[in-house]
Every structure is written in C-alpha cells, then in structure tokens.
C-alpha cells in the first residue's frame, strides 16, 4: 500500500512487478522519487509497529531537524474505504494476503480517489 | 554532536547507558540501587511511548545524549533513521546510535517485564537493578568506547 501510494503521488505508472521488487527489499525504507515540489518521497513498511516507527522518525527528525511528514496509508484507507461487504473484502484481501495482480486495478483506483480526496496526489503535499 | 543509546523498551539498558555517558552514574564503582532509582526515566518510560526518543543529557564535550526503545525492530528502525539522516545530508560521523540491549542479563530482562508488564513494579525493579549491578562494567565499558569514537 504504502509503495503505491508513493507511484499516486508521484503520477507513476503502478505496475504489479514493482510491488514484488519492494516484497525482497530488505530495508523498510526505501526512497521512491522526488516530486514535483522537490520533496523525497519513500515507503516505509513498519507492519504492525507503525506507531513506534512514527513516534521514532517524528523524534529522530525533531533532533536532527528535518522535514518529515509521514502518511499512514493503511489507516487513511482503512477510515476513507467505500462502505459494503464487498469493499470489506477487497480491503481485507489487498492487506493481508499478497497477490497484487488480483487487487492491482480494483485497489489502485480506490487508493486514488481516497489520496486526492485528501490531497496527497501529484506533489499537493509531501 | 547527537548520541542515541538505543534497547528493547528503552526503560534499562539505553537510559543506563546515556546516564554514564552523561556522567550521572560513576564509572570507576557499581553504584547502589539507590543511584539507579535516582537517574531520570530509570524503569519510568511509558511502554505506550516505545520508538520516542528522550533526552537525557549533555556530556563534557556538549554533546546530546538520548535514549530510546525499539522493540524488537532495533536493526530496522536504526536503518530507518541513517537511511532519512542520509537523504538530509547528515554524515554518519556527525551522530552515533549505539545498542546497549546485547548488555542487559536475563535478570534485567525478566525484572523488566515483572515490572513493565504485569505491573510488579518493586519486585521486578529490584531485579532489574540486581541485573543492572552485575553487567555494570560492561556498561561503562560501551560508553568508553562510544567516547573514544568521538575523539
């Protein structure tokens, strides 16, 4: 999720081989590109530690003085979802099992609309 | 210069470790029990607050100290962290995370969780300083050899 998120935001063509590249990627973070507005823009893959992650980068970026700003994007998907069972289901199958080229076009167009709903697409913010 | 010690829940070892380094403990004694309750943090952090990184001090050469937990995610969230320091242009010579969860003994780490999670706190304190006393020399070993790399 947090991978295509960062293809939305950079107005990338997301294809289902770049999510099994990044699956043996053996750092969490890893940087995807650079935006528009010059931001660097990374996937973080923190599974279920996303708060310690969080508070660890929020922390070592007050230090060290940097500009973060992180976007958890399994909970903007979880809270913005189409309501239904179906929706439900696609959301349950596209974050725990692994198989994007199943989900791929389904997940992607949700993903789009649930980041411009919120502005995070083509270099709005970073 | 910033330095992070970095362990488990950064609750013992880490806050141990900066506390040393800021001179707070001593080094040429293993201090009482008494001194480890009077450090700052020590067995104090909150586990909801795990991956925050605490400010313990300044050393002689006014560097900053910090501590912090990383669960079980140590290798990666230290990873995390010079891969961003890197993209911002900070060289790995102008900071220093060092792990001080190797250190700690089976006492400490079972005092910890008395302590931490099942909520026996005196009982499981007292382990973790009865641990703490006896891994003391390696502690202030590691803090000499962080010393030495700031020179």
């Known amino acids: ?126 | 210069m910033n330095i992070v010690y970095y362990c488990f829940a950064g609750a013992h070892a880490s806050v141990v470790a900066s506390a040393i380094h800021c001179g707070l403990l001593p080094t040429d004694r293993t201090p009482s029990a008494d001194e480890f309750l009077n450090i700052p943090f020590y067995d104090r952090t909150l586990p909801t607050l795990i991956g925050r990184p605490y400010l313990m001090g300044c050393d002689e050469r006014q560097n900053n100290v910090y501590f912090m937990g990383m669960w079980n995610q140590r290798e990666k969230i230290t990873s995390t962290i010079q891969c961003l320091l890197n993209l911002a242009g900070w060289k790995e010579s102008t900071y220093i995370l060092q792990d001080a969860f190797p250190l700690i003994n089976f006492s400490t780490k079972f005092g910890g969780l008395l302590s931490k999670r099942y909520s026996f706190t005196q009982l499981g304190r007292s382990m973790t300083i009865w641990g703490m006393q006896r891994q003391y020399p390696a502690f202030v070993k590691l803090v000499y050899n962080v010393k030495n790399r700031l020179e």
Request: charged content about 20%; glycine content about 6%; proline content about 3%.
């Open chain 1, 1 to 126: 999720m947090p991978l295509a998120a960062c293809y939305l935001h950079l107005d990338l063509h997301f294809k289902s081989s770049s999510l099994t590249e990044a699956r043996w990627s053996a750092k969490p973070l890893s940087v995807i590109g650079i935006d528009k507005k010059g931001n660097t823009v990374c996937s973080l893959v923190c599974g279920k530690h996303s708060d310690i992650y969080s508070r660890a980068i929020q922390g070592v970026s007050e230090i060290f003085n940097l500009e973060v700003e992180l976007i958890n994007v399994d909970q903007l998907v979880a809270a913005n979802r189409p309501k239904g069972s179906v929706n439900y289901l696609k959301f349950m199958a596209m974050r725990f099992c692994f198989c994007p080229q199943l989900f791929n076009s389904w997940f992607i167009e949700d993903l789009r609309s649930i980041m411009q709903q919120h502005g995070r697409v083509k270099g709005d913010e970073a």
